[in-house]
C-alpha cells in the first residue's frame, strides 16, 4: 500500500450508509485493471447488513435470481451524489437507457457483451452508462459513472462546487446493481489516463455498534461507511 500513502484528499460523495466491494482499500488495482485511469477507483453501493449475505435490493432472493427486482427496490437506486470537491465539467453524457430490473443473469450478460464486443466508435456509454468528468486542478480530474437517466444537472463549461449536487445514482452501463463508480486520474482522455489515489477527508465506520470518525481515510471492502452533512 506504499502508494497510497500521500493520496488527494476529497470529500466523501454521497449521504448516509454505504459499503465499497471494489476499494483501493482492499486491492490495487481495485477493479483488477489500470485502464481507464481505475487503479484506484471505488465502487459505492448500499446494503442491509445481515450475518448472511448483504442485500442490495428489497425483496427475496427468489425474486431477484428469477425474475430480477426493480430499480426502485434497490437501496441506492436514486440516491443523491455530490461532488468532492471544486471543479469544472469537461465532459457529461446523459440519456442512455438504464435496464428496468436487476436480474444476476442479464446483468452478466451485459458485462460478458462489452468485455468481447465494445466498440468505442458507438461512444463510452454502452460500457460507462450516463457518466461525467471534471477538471478539479493541478491536472487532476474526477471521474463519476453510472448516473440514473436523465439525473445528471450539471453541464459541459459549469464550475462546480464541493458539496454541489450533480446527480443520482443509477444502473446504467456496464453494471450489476445501481451504484457510484468513482475515481480520479491524471488526465480526461479515459485511454491515457493513470489512477491517482485518493482518500476523504472525513467519514465514520461502525466498529463495535459504534460509530468512530475517521478524517483522511480509504474504505476498506469490509467498512460499513456512514457520511452525514
Known sequence: MSELEKPL????????EWMAPNTPGSKVPSHGTEQLGQKYAYDFFQVVWKKKGMRFYNAS???????GVPLSKCFCWDKEVYSPCDGKVI???????????????TDMAVVIKNALFFNLKKGWQPLLGNYLIMDIGNGVYAFFAHFRKGSINVSVGENVKKG????KVGHSGNSTAP????????????????????????YEVLQESTWVNVT??????????????
Not at 91 to 105: A, P, S, T, Y
Not at 179 to 202: Q, R, Y
Request: overall charge positive; some cysteine; proline content about 4%.
Open 164 to 167: 454541489q449536487l450533480i446527480g
Open 9 to 16: 484528499i476529497v470529500e466523501f460523495p454521497l449521504r448516509g
Open 216 to 229: 483522511n481515510g480509504i474504505p476498506t471492502a469490509n467498512d460499513r461507511i456512514r457520511f452525514l452533512k
Open 61 to 67: 432472493k427468489f425474486r431477484y435470481y428469477l425474475f
Open 179 to 202: 451504484h457510484l463508480h468513482f475515481h480520479l486520474m491524471d488526465n480526461s482522455d479515459l485511454l491515457e489516463a493513470n489512477g491517482i489515489p485518493c482518500a476523504f477527508e472525513k
Open 91 to 105: 465532459e457529461c453524457q446523459d440519456g442512455f437507457k438504464e435496464r428496468r430490473i436487476v436480474h444476476l443473469l
